[in-house]
């Protein structure tokens, strides 16, 4: 069965730091754009960041608001993206989810597998 | 950025029901549609815009290209009620609506 599975989630401090990872199975990750969105309470969903392929060098992308706090990073002998937040916030609380940006043709994208998300607890 | 509305709707099975989605500048076909239920992931329901996904019931459907779209489920379903959202994927940054709350009425 192809999935992703994330893990890594919990309670820290404001502060604190935390690295979440994303697992695949039945795909490989580093053939494809990689993303991480959440979902915080009662507010919708919020693009966090992405990594593309191997063949465009894994680089990365993030929103504004991780910017400079947020890091992905890849482990293509493990099959994985890892997602390490630093400098956490209360307002980054959140579940987290990682998701293969699928490519299906020319400039067709669309997050088509999701893993079932980790949650993360910032406290004041 | 893009701008959802309406933010929620109370609508009755076997209604149809319209969820708009506009875009602050031109996205060409680059919109796509998710369902969220409450601690799920989101799922995919429409992508490029007017494209179904595979194995979703074809209720739903998508319109538009520029900065107007519009999801549409030609008669709501008891497993429709969920947040439905509309993505900008043109290029990065990837941006979300702020999301369609259907509920029963």
């Known amino acids: 069965e192809v999935q992703l599975v994330e893990s890594g989630g919990g309670l820290v401090q404001a502060g604190g730091s935390l690295r979440l990872s994303c697992v695949g199975s039945?795909?490989?990750?580093?053939?494809?754009?990689m993303e991480w969105v959440r979902k915080a309470p009662g507010k919708g969903l919020e693009w966090i960041g992405g990594?593309?392929?191997?063949?465009?060098?894994?680089?990365?992308e993030y929103a504004a608001s991780v910017q400079g706090r947020f890091k992905i990073s890849r482990d293509d002998s493990g099959n994985s993206v890892h997602l390490q937040m630093h400098g956490l916030k209360t307002d980054d609380t959140a579940v987290y989810f990682c998701?293969?940006?699928?490519?299906?043709?020319?400039?067709?994208?669309?997050?088509?597998?999701w893993g079932r998300g980790t949650l993360v607890t910032v406290s004041s | 950025q893009l701008t959802q509305s309406p933010s929620s709707l109370s609508a009755s099975v076997g209604d149809r029901v319209t969820i708009t989605c506009r875009a602050s500048?031109?996205?060409?076909?680059?919109l796509v549609w998710y369902q969220q239920e409450p601690g799920k992931a989101p799922k995919l329901l429409i992508y490029?815009?007017?494209s179904l996904q595979s194995g979703v019931p074809s209720r739903f459907s998508g319109s538009g290209s520029g900065t107007d779209f519009t999801l549409t489920i030609s008669s709501l379903q008891p497993e429709d009620f969920a947040t439905y959202y509309c993505?900008?994927?043109?290029?990065?940054?990837?941006?979300f609506g702020g999301g369609t709350r259907v509920q029963i009425k």
């Open positions: 998701a293969r940006d699928f490519a299906s043709g020319s400039d067709v994208w669309y997050f088509d597998l």
């Open positions: 039945g795909i490989s990750l580093s053939d494809h754009y």
């Open positions: 990594s593309r392929d191997k063949a465009n060098g894994h680089t990365t």
């Open positions: 500048q031109d996205i060409s076909s680059s």
């Open positions: 490029a815009a007017s």
């Open positions: 993505q900008d994927l043109k290029e990065y940054p990837v941006t």
